[in-house]
């Protein structure tokens, strides 16, 4: 915190905020949001009159020796330390507390002795708490080398950033109580038990809305009972499935049409039973726009292809009966979650369809996703030998050993441990330098810092910051939780990813027909053409998205591509998580047979 909320240097203070309900929770993420977007100045602040101003719901301490009054008391300033003792009781009244800490150092053991005199003369409830920068004593010296790569410095710099001692870890009950004692003379029983009246104190989960999607009411009309509005939108959308139902089956006999009715009805019947066809109103409400002004997208991709509904509104181009794409896979019904759509937008026209969504739901009610950079293996050992003054080009030729795994996968952040176990040159480098593999595991995995999603945008019901903080420093706004915690919250998430393949074909695509005087689209193109099929077979696939890379070309030439479903089939298995286990039936004309062994 700092006492005037302005961009300039002057002194800051650490608190501690906890918000008891509901109301200190949105009274918090208002703080936050304040902090990163108002008060950011190197690093995110806000000022004790926004703290007064949001106080309701939250408890507060006084905090770490960064605190206001510890620094006051550690300036010798013991009637304003006494004065801004007395301004947080009157303001929070039992919801602030005096906190002492057990740590060894000099300075906590006079702050700690007058905290409790001031305690005793305002009657002001004391807990007793220890920083908690790593969770066990034995992670304090990762943690310093962790600080080390955090400010550019190695652990041999004098003048590098770093804590006196090695307490500052999850200590127990026990731990807590010896500590006090031995280093403060001061018995902390009753402190302890005040820090978990605190916790019992805190009654907040996230509970939101059932499905909290953004209003949409539908052709237009301002419906205000919502049971009235859910029956008005289910009929919409009927009306709108059987309409584009008609426009894609020109002259279908009865057998045909039959089949398609029976499955848009189980279709239509599954998503009203999950009351989403507000869901599949929002993406169709896009897409309109995204036609009208006439911006390029892909055919559809993941398990969205497996929808009738969303075939027949326009949201993808993938005719699920005609390619025998399963609708469970997209909408499964043991699952409450909301499904996903994915997008592939002309990258260059993907902030108009930001700004149409902004423009219809409003600014305070659209974001763009952040994500969490976490350490990889060979950044993480890059960083931890330079920490530790060891070679890099060593260091380097050991990453080049180290197995590449996405975080997403579960043995994202065990690379460099399989490593040393498959590779006699990582075996090499662990017996020569052992310290830097030992904080480069630990390290692994990690939190880095926060960047935004490729595609992710989410759209709100209430303001954004009802649900988090959020940051709009960089001229758009920016979620402070990803996306698994925004799924989580029930949020709808569109997956809008800006492709550059899309933006070339779309633009081929208009040459085409400005220069030949032709009107050709990419719904008209013919799936199973064999002169392009036949340039897959022989290996011309750069510039053709998932397909140019070196191990699917060659899996093409060796591959007798000669229908779409055989191409989808080969995209479908050069997969990290089936590569491996794939069997290739060669025959005299190639590889005829894919089997998946499972």
Known sequence: LVDRL?????????LVILAKNETGY????????????????????????????????????????AGKVPYLILQGKMEEAEEWLLRFKSEFQDDFYIEIQPNELADQKLVNQVLLKLADKHNI????????????????????????????????????????TDTFYLKTEQEMLSSFLAKHNIQAEPYLANTLAIASQVDFKFVTEEKPLPEIDGNGAKLVDQAVKEGFNQQWLKELTYKGLQEKLKDPDSTAMLQYTERLEEELNHIFTKNLQDFF??????????????IHIGYGRGSSAGSLVAYLLGITKVDPIQHQTMFWRFIDPNRTDLPDIDLDIQDNRREEVKEYLIKKYGKDNVANICTFSKMRGRSALLDVARALRVSRSETLHMGKYLIQRSMADSRGSFTIQDSIAE????????????????????????????????????????PLNYYMSIDQRNGTTLSDFDKYDCEGLGLLKMDLLGLNYVTIVGEAIKLINQRHNLNISMESIPLQDKEVLKEFTEGNCIGTFQFESKGMTKLCKNVKIDTFENLVAVNALHRPGCVADTTLVKTTKGYKNIKKQI
């Open 6 to 14: 302005v961009k300039e240097k002057q002194h800051t203070y650490h």
């Open 281 to 294: 109103l929002i993406f169709y409400d896009m897409m309109q726009f995204i036609k009208q002004a006439g």
């Open 125 to 164: 409830k004391v807990i007793a708490t220890n920083d908690v920068h790593y969770l066990a004593r034995e992670d304090s010296k990762t943690h310093e080398v962790l600080l080390a790569i955090q400010s550019k410095k190695t652990i041999y710099d004098e003048d590098r950033f770093k804590f006196d």
């Open 423 to 462: 590779f006699d040159e990582c075996k090499r480098y662990q017996a020569k330098y052992p310290e830097v593999i030992k904080y480069a595991i630990k390290l692994e995995g990690k939190i880095r810092h926060k960047g935004q999603h490729a595609g992710g945008v989410i759209i709100t019901k209430k």
């Open 26 to 65: 949105h009274n918090l993420t208002k703080l936050l949001t304040i902090a990163e977007n108002e008060g950011f100045y190197y690093k995110p602040k806000f000022s004790w009159e926004e703290l007064f101003k949001h106080k309701e719901g939250l408890i507060i301490t006084t905090s770490c020796l």
